[in-house]
T-cell receptor, first 111, second 113 residues
Framework: GQQLNQSPQSMFIQEGEDVSMNCTSS?????WLWYKQDPGEGPVLLIA?????ELTSNGRLTAQFGITRKDSFLNISASIPSDVGIYFC???????????FGKGTRLSVIA | KAGVTQTPRYLIKTRGQQVTLSCSPI?????VSWYQQTPGQGLQFLFE???????NKGNFPGRFSGRQFSNSRSEMNVSTLELGDSALYLC????????????FGPGTRLTVL
């Protein structure tokens, strides 16, 4: 089946640093989503992207829908301790197919 | 607007028992998807319902089943529980029929002893 390759798997950064993570696929997607999950909770939708080349921000978060439709990037600027969690990318191809998820990037922020 | 709600939040069962989990989508959302999340396997798709019809099903045994009611609320059932069924079960709802933008509930943590 379809797979999303999400990298890096984990990151340890200093508070105040910027963070970048990405998701790639061998297939084309028409929607890219980025979620954050805190321990024991459900994923929370951060940003949704619907057009190739689209760049969308949500506060300190910025995500981009790759031009090839096969990748997406999430950047977090000036990280703070509450950014700690697991970030998931998800993609949707067409019609009534289910979402495909990456395996997540675990972010740790050192104060 | 209230988010996706799931009940119960925590559940402990023993092997061989069965369990029913409930999900109420965001008001107006008609698509509901279910996922199993474990540390080793990540988010695994179980099934998706739209207008009381199952539209997609993941690669899980027949012990896993679900349904959706006319008010869009959904339930999933796992029969003959196994130790490996211990996981966080997540429900997500979508406004669009395409179910491409999903909003998750807090999950039900199932522990099988």
């Amino acid at each position: 089946g379809q797979q999303l390759n999400q990298s890096p798997q984990s990151m340890f950064i200093q508070e105040g640093e910027d963070v970048s993570m990405n998701c790639t696929s061998s297939s084309i997607f028409n929607t890219w989503l980025w979620y954050k999950q805190d321990p024991g909770e459900g994923p929370v939708l951060l940003i949704a992207l619907y057009k190739a080349g689209e760049l969308t921000s949500n506060g300190r978060l910025t995500a981009q829908f790759g031009i090839t439709r096969k990748d997406s990037f999430l950047n977090i600027s000036a990280s703070i301790p509450s950014d700690v969690g697991i970030y998931f990318c998800a993609g949707h191809t067409f019609g009534n197919t289910p979402l495909v998820f990456g395996k997540g990037t675990r972010l740790s922020v050192i104060a | 607007k209230a988010g996706v709600t799931q009940t119960p939040r925590y559940l402990i069962k023993t092997r061989g028992q069965q369990v029913t989990l409930s999900c109420s989508p965001i008001s107006g959302h008609r698509s509901v998807s279910w996922y199993q999340q474990t540390p080793g396997q990540g988010l695994q798709f179980l099934f998706e319902y739209f207008s009381e019809t199952q539209r997609n099903k993941g690669n899980f045994p027949g012990r896993f089943s679900g349904r959706q009611f006319s008010n869009s609320r959904s339930e999933m059932n796992v029969s003959t529980l196994e130790l490996g069924d211990s996981a966080l079960y997540l429900c997500a709802s979508s406004l669009r029929e395409r179910a491409d933008t999903q909003y998750f509930g807090p999950g039900t943590r199932l522990t099988v002893l």
